[in-house]
Nanobody, 124 residues
Framework: QLQLVESGGGLVHSGGSLRLSCAASGFTLDDYAIGWFRQAPGKEREGISCIRSSGLRYYADAVKGRLNISRDRAKNTVYLQMNNLKPEDTAVYYC??????????????????WGQGTQVTVSS
């Protein structure tokens, strides 16, 4: 059974850092594009980063320069390092997987498998 499990969320002060993990089971992450999304209360789910099976990485403008996405093949895990966090980064963060991106790495509709989410709260 294909499964994604996020971890690493928590409470951090403005300017702090967190590293989120997305561990996969039942499939090999290398064969999929893995996206990171976030959803704040009352807002739509927003795509913020993606790593393709080729290794190419993408970042949304709202987070560019503060995030780094990486992949550990041995652990079958994708990481999202988040630096200089701001209160507006507060949200539930999700990872998702898809075999093929058709149009946009940032569209939730592209992804077939989702984790349960991890809460990130940034205090001012």
């Amino acid at each position: 059974q294909l499964q994604l499990v996020e971890s690493g969320g928590g409470l951090v002060h403005s300017g702090g850092s967190l590293r989120l993990s997305c561990a996969a089971s039942g499939f090999t992450l290398d064969d999929y594009a893995i996206g990171w999304f976030r959803q704040a209360p009352g807002k739509e789910r927003e795509g913020i980063s993606c790593i393709r099976s080729s290794g190419l990485r993408y970042y949304a403008d709202a987070v560019k320069g503060r995030l780094n996405i990486s992949r550990d093949r041995a652990k079958n895990t994708v990481y999202l390092q988040m630096n200089n966090l701001k209160p507006e980064d507060t949200a539930v963060y999700y990872c998702a997987a898809t075999r093929r991106i058709r149009y946009s790495s940032y569209s939730p509709d592209e992804y077939d498998y989702w984790g349960q989410g991890t809460q990130v709260t940034v205090s001012s």
